[in-house]
Nanobody, 127 residues
Framework: QVHLVESGGGLVQPGGSLRLSCQAS????????IGWLRQAPGKEREAVSC????????YYVDSVKGRFTISRDNAANTVYLQMNNLKPEDTAVYYC????????????????????WGRGTPVTVSS
């Protein structure tokens, strides 16, 4: 079976850091662009970041630029999202998705056209 499993979320104080992981099982992540999206309670889904398969082109939503870093380790079949200087507004469940088309992923990540694959990992930023 093909799965993406998110992990690494938790409770952190404002200004703190977390590293989320998106690990694939049943297939290789290497040929795919990977995206992270998030959904906060009572709010619409929001694109966070994407990374392309080949040259490593990346995308970030404006609200996380300079704070979040997406990276991939194809040998580990995992994509990471390093989140620094976390803010209360980053509180959400974070999901990862995969698609062979990077531009399509960037365009659709925060829309209903791109559905999360897994259960997500919750991030709570609170003092």
């Amino acid at each position: 079976q093909v799965h993406l499993v998110e992990s690494g979320g938790g409770l952190v104080q404002p200004g703190g850091s977390l590293r989320l992981s998106c690990q694939a099982s049943g297939f290789s992540l290497a040929p795919y662009a990977i995206g992270w999206l998030r959904q906060a309670p009572g709010k619409e889904r929001e694109a966070v970041s994407c990374i392309d398969s080949g040259d490593g082109e990346v995308y970030y939503v404006d609200s996380v630029k300079g704070r979040f870093t997406i990276s991939r380790d194809n040998a580990a079949n995992t994509v990471y999202l390093q989140m620094n200087n976390l803010k209360p507004e980053d509180t959400a469940v974070y999901y990862c998705v995969a698609d062979s088309r990077y531009d399509y992923l960037v365009a659709t990540l925060g829309t209903g056209a791109m559905q999360p694959w897994g259960r997500g990992t919750p991030v709570t930023v609170s003092s």
